[in-house]
């Protein structure tokens, strides 16, 4: 069984960074693709930023593309979400997501395994 364990949201002002951050277990960590997607209420699951196994792919979604960085520490299970010049409309729970295909995965639907998700608020 494949856990995701999400960590570092929180709240920031308009400009600001956090970093999040999703520990895996269970799973050959380094063998499959990782993502990131976010919810705000209301609104479906939105794309967030997706990296092959050994990081050399990468995309964005098109409203976080130059703000955001995703990362990956093999040696750690761990992939990152680093977030700058945050703004209110990126406040929203953010979920890391685990598929078993080493490639880039943009859907929802092309991932197996989610965390519980960690809330990120931006203030105005």
């Known amino acids: 069984q494949v856990q995701l364990v999400e960590s570092g949201g929180g709240l920031v002002q308009h400009g600001g960074s956090l970093r999040l951050s999703c520990a895996v277990s269970?799973?050959?960590?380094?063998?499959?693709?990782m993502g990131w997607f976010r919810q705000a209420p209301g609104k479906e699951r939105e794309f967030v930023a997706a990296?092959?196994?050994?990081?050399?792919?990468?995309d964005y979604g098109d409203s976080v593309r130059g703000r955001f960085t995703i990362s990956r520490d093999n040696a750690k299970n761990t992939v990152y979400l680093r977030m700058g010049s945050l703004k209110p409309e990126d406040t929203a729970v953010y979920y890391c997501?685990?598929?078993?295909?080493?490639?880039?995965?943009?859907?929802?639907?092309?991932?197996?395994?989610w965390g519980q998700g960690t809330q990120v608020t931006v203030s105005s």
């Open positions: 997501a685990f598929r078993t295909n080493y490639g880039l995965g943009l859907q929802p639907g092309q991932y197996e395994y």
């Open positions: 269970g799973r050959t960590f380094n063998s499959y693709g």
């Open positions: 990296i092959s196994r050994s990081g050399g792919s990468i």
